[in-house]
């Protein structure tokens, strides 16, 4: 027996990287799990193909899922994206582009999934967030903002709907070895050098991997975790708290 028998779970962005990480441990663990996604996994997963800027395509998803499913008890809102610049450097359009898919997404598809999770006697939320929502990164400004705003957004969504029985929290990664963050390595003009300094800014001294991002989702979205609800959990080497003497 696991703490995820006879659960069901949705998660968006569930194609690649922690997404998919995420979807297989819950999956190992017991639960009936589908994945929302511009390309969707196969088997053993339901995929769902939507876009999360697409209000429409998003109802639809959701309701396919929870169709096939029979239900929905946990919904991880994984699906997001990333991008470089200064505020100088990103255009208003980038700006929008950014905070549509990583903000509004979660707003789109918890605003779906909601009348399903009332209807669930273990009824648990999981924002997926980042490291750069406390700690000022280079060169990240955009996404630095979208992922400050979900932090706050759980928060608020923690509150809203706690005398419903729904639980709300987030994790938030470190610098992860992500089909993403390597695509920013490909196109450095040093990608091994550019892999180095990742790995020490964190004070662990290597990248997170997406299974222990997904480990923590899954944790906070278990029955084992009933009385946890608004809370941030950082997976990030140590980035966030520690503050070790830089190597001579």
Known sequence: MSEFDGLTALVTGGGSGIGLATATLLAERGA????????PPAEPFFGVRADVT??????????AAAGHLGGLDILINNAGIGAAGTVEQNPDEEWFRVLDVNVLGIVRVTRAALPLLRASAHAAIVNTCSI?????LPNRAVYSASKGAIMSLTLAMATDHVDEGIRV?????????????????????????ERRALENRQPMGRLVSAEEVA????YLASPLAASTTGTVLAVDGGMHGLRPRPKL
Request: net charge negative; aromatic share 4%; proline share 8%.
């Open 54 to 63: 697409d209000d429409a395509s998003v109802r639809a998803a959701v309701e």
């Open 215 to 218: 480990a923590a989702v899954a």
């Open 132 to 136: 750069a929502a406390w700690a000022g």
């Open 169 to 193: 929290n987030c994790v938030n990664p470190g610098t992860a070895d992500t089909p993403w963050v390597q695509r920013l390595l490909d196109a450095a003009p040093d990608p091994e050098a």
């Open 32 to 39: 009936r799990v589908a994945c929302l996604d511009l390309n």
